[in-house]
């Protein structure tokens, strides 16, 4: 299933992110039943040449994958989409032309600006065309600061914007407070309502399987579980204290990366 057509069918959907440039933590992943992955080029480990090893290691397990870009820059978003990620996460989109310029990047003409240089798409995609791949690629775009909650109406309005991701950590950092501080979380379900009125799908990094139950029983259906690293980590410290003894390893967390 592709990433759009996860979208249509208006489930919440639950993927996760690479941030170690392992392809065998992309296979292994890809396999665990994740409904789409993640690689984040921004704040991960991983370069282009570590991106594209990756994306084929999901195109094996047959998830369909996204990668965050590290800026909103055409170059970024080409060459991603260019290397077989079906769709494209654009960080730090403050205003409306900010959207605007991701999503021109991401589409070939008449409705954008994409040169033409599929590299592994025409391996894996049926008839691919101009056509095929504006109607595929998913474009989401993070609103992760107080000018971008301001501008969220005019962003989320933009003809092909599928999707707002919430960055949370950076969203808090901008707003000078805590990630659980009540306002706080009120910038988050301001958020959420925008999507609605706008028809776009909402979108929010989840550190543990507890946010996930509560970002998707408000209404988020992009939902992201974590990161391969944290993932590894914290599998480790469960086993570890259940074989020393323990009933579980002690509440820690590593840092997140959105």
């Known amino acids: 299933m592709t990433l759009r057509e996860l979208w249509e069918r208006g489930e919440p959907t639950v993927g996760t992110w690479l941030v170690t440039p ?21 704040h991960g480990l ?27 820059s055409p170059e970024h978003i080409a060459r991603a989409l260019d290397a077989g990620a079906q769709g494209v996460v654009v960080p730090m989109v403050s205003t409306r032309e900010a959207a605007e310029q991701a999503v021109t990047a991401a589409k070939y003409p008449p409705e954008g600006t994409r040169s033409w240089g599929p590299s592994r798409n025409v391996l894996r995609v049926p008839d691919y065309s101009a056509a095929v791949a504006n109607r595929r690629n998913v474009v989401a775009v993070m609103i992760e600061t107080p000018e971008g909650v301001a501008n969220m109406d005019e962003i989320m309005s933009v003809p092909g914007v599928d999707a ?46 507890q946010t996930v139950a509560r970002r998707r029983e408000s209404g988020f259906h992009m939902l992201n579980l974590a990161t391969d690293a944290s993932l590894l980590y914290h599998g480790a410290l469960h086993e570890l204290a259940v074989a020393r003894g323990a009933e579980a390893a002690p509440p820690r967390r590593t840092a997140s990366y959105v």
């Open 22 to 42: 392992s392809d065998l933590s992309a296979e292994l992943l890809g396999r665990a039943g994740f409904d789409w992955i993640c690689v984040d080029g921004q």
């Open 164 to 209: 707002i991701y919430v960055g949370p950590n950076d969203l808090a950092l901008g707003f000078g407070r805590e990630q659980n501080d009540p306002e706080q979380e009120a910038v988050v379900a301001s958020l959420l309502d925008g999507c609605r009125r706008h028809g776009v799908v909402a979108g929010i990094h989840c550190d543990d399987a």
């Open 46 to 72: 991983v370069g282009y040449e570590g991106m594209l090893t990756l994306l084929q290691g999901l195109a094996i397990a047959g998830v369909p994958a996204f990668v965050r870009v590290p800026s909103n």
